[in-house]
Antibody, heavy 122, light 107 residues
Framework: EVQLVESGGVVIQPGGSLRLSCAAS????????MHWVRQAPGKGLEWVSL????????NYADSVKGRFTISRDNSKDSLYLQMNSLSSDDTAMYFC???????????????WGLGTLVTVSS | SYEVTQPFSVSVALGQTATITCGGY??????VHWYLQKAGQAPTLVIY???IRASGIPERFTGSNSGNMATLTFSGAQAGDDGDYYC??????????FGGGTRVTVL
């Protein structure tokens, strides 16, 4: 059974940094691209970032470009999101999601974790 | 940037048919995927590549995509079909785009 378990969400002050993790199990992790998707309270889904199966290609939403860094450790079946210069606009539930392909562009998000909540507040 | 538009809400009577639309310029040239998010839960895949049902999704769920509109339709509405439905596409300039979501209420 595919499982994605996010962790690392906390309450953090504006300007702070945070790293989220997503532990994957039940599938061959390095066969798939992975994404981060977020959802602000009471709002819709917003794609955040993609990383190819080997980490060689990454992509970011304009809203986080230059502040967030996605990475993965295939030896640990883990996905990460380093978040810097956080603001209240980054307050959201952060989901990791598996792409249906290794490259991500033509795929869909076929499995999602339950999410981890990041609250940016003073 | 590419945008897709969904109605804010749709209501459907128990046992009837509901249709959720996802509008975007020339959306028929893109693959549209649909997700359902029930209250307090993570999204789950319902339809991918316009028409293909995800694993475990009953045949009463169908998708289509033509012109500037994609649709998700489900017949024989059940109480468990309620939630927020999101369409999603990939665009070369905007990357992955979600619609704003449609809140479906089964009456």
């Amino acid at each position: 059974e595919v499982q994605l378990v996010e962790s690392g969400g906390v309450v953090i002050q504006p300007g702070g940094s945070l790293r989220l993790s997503c532990a994957a199990s039940g599938f061959t992790f390095d066969d798939y691209a992975m994404h981060w998707v977020r959802q602000a309270p009471g709002k819709g889904l917003e794609w955040v970032s993609l990383i190819h199966w080997d980490g060689g290609i990454t992509n970011y939403a304009d809203s986080v470009k230059g502040r967030f860094t996605i990475s993965r450790d295939n030896s640990k079946d883990s996905l990460y999101l380093q978040m810097n210069s956080l603001s209240s606009d980054d307050t959201a539930m952060y989901f990791c999601a598996r792409d249906s392909t290794a490259g991500g562009t033509l795929g869909h998000f076929d499995h999602w974790g339950l999410g981890t909540l990041v609250t940016v507040s003073s | 940037s590419y945008e897709v538009t969904q109605p804010f809400s749709v209501s459907v009577a128990l046992g009837q048919t509901a249709t959720i639309t996802c509008g975007g310029y020339n959306i028929e040239s893109k693959h549209v995927h649909w997700y359902l998010q029930k209250a307090g839960q993570a999204p789950t895949l319902v339809i991918y590549r316009d028409t293909i049902r995800a694993s475990g999704i009953p045949e009463r769920f169908t998708g289509s995509n033509s012109g500037n509109m994609a649709t998700l339709t489900f017949s024989g509405a059940q109480a468990g079909d309620d939630g927020d439905y999101y369409c999603q596409v990939w665009d070369s300039t905007t990357a992955w785009v979600f619609g704003g979501g449609t809140r479906v209420t089964v009456l």
